[in-house]
Every structure is written in structure tokens, then in C-alpha cells.
Nanobody, 118 residues
Framework: QVQLVESGGGLVQAGGSLRLSCAAS????????IGWYRQAPGKQRELVAD???????NYAGFVKGRFTISRDNVKNTVYLQMNSLKPEDTAVYYC????????????WGQGTQVTVSP
């Protein structure tokens, strides 16, 4: 059983930065891929980034080098550092966890709202 809790969302001006945190608890956390999806009103959910147990990272093309995902295995927390934020980044951001060989997400966080004003 894994529980994920996101935090760090908020309202920021375009060009600003936020760091989202996904605090995880449960068994075997170090064996999971952990990442972030986002969903804006009226839009399809989209993958933002993920990080493997070995620390390899993957990013969506729209990030364009602005976001960084990292993993602190001591704190059992994954971070999404978001810089140069744009209004189109406005969405609810959800962290997730899954075993590397699975395509289906096994665990979801509750989501945190990110709002970027022009």
C-alpha cells in the first residue's frame, strides 16, 4: 500500500517558479516509478515527467527544459521544480506511482492546483 500526498501548488505570475512535492509512504517505495500528470479544465490529462528507481528522468516536450523532477529517497519525496511558468501550465498536478514494468498507474495523489497568471 502506497499513499501519495502532493503539496506546493499555488498562484504565481508568469515567469515565476514553484516546487511541487510528492511525499510518499508505504512499502517498497524505492522500487516505484514516480511522476506527475496534470489536467486543466476541459483538457485531457497529460504526463509531465517521471523518474525511475534508478534516477532516470523523462519529460514531456512542452516542458522545454523548464521543469526538473528529482527524488529524495531518504525523505521518500519526489519534487517537481517548475521554472519559467506560463499561463498554459495552469492545471491540477497529480503525482503517481507505479512499478516500472506496469503501464497502468497504481497509486495517485490527491492533486495540487497550480495557477499561473499572465
Amino acid at each position: 500500500q502506497v499513499q501519495l500526498v502532493e503539496s506546493g501548488g499555488g498562484l504565481v505570475q508568469a515567469g515565476g517558479s514553484l516546487r511541487l512535492s510528492c511525499a510518499a509512504s508505504g512499502s517498497g517505495l524505492s522500487t516505484y516509478v514516480i511522476g506527475w500528470y496534470r489536467q486543466a479544465p476541459g483538457k485531457q490529462r497529460e504526463l509531465v515527467a517521471d523518474i525511475t528507481p534508478g534516477g532516470s528522468t523523462n519529460y514531456a516536450g512542452f516542458v522545454k527544459g523548464r521543469f526538473t523532477i528529482s527524488r529524495d529517497n531518504v525523505k521518500n519525496t519526489v519534487y517537481l521544480q517548475m521554472n519559467s511558468l506560463k499561463p498554459e501550465d495552469t492545471a491540477v498536478y497529480y503525482c503517481y506511482a507505479k512499478l516500472p514494468l506496469l503501464t497502468r498507474v497504481q497509486y495517485w495523489g490527491q492533486g495540487t492546483q497550480v495557477t499561473v497568471s499572465p
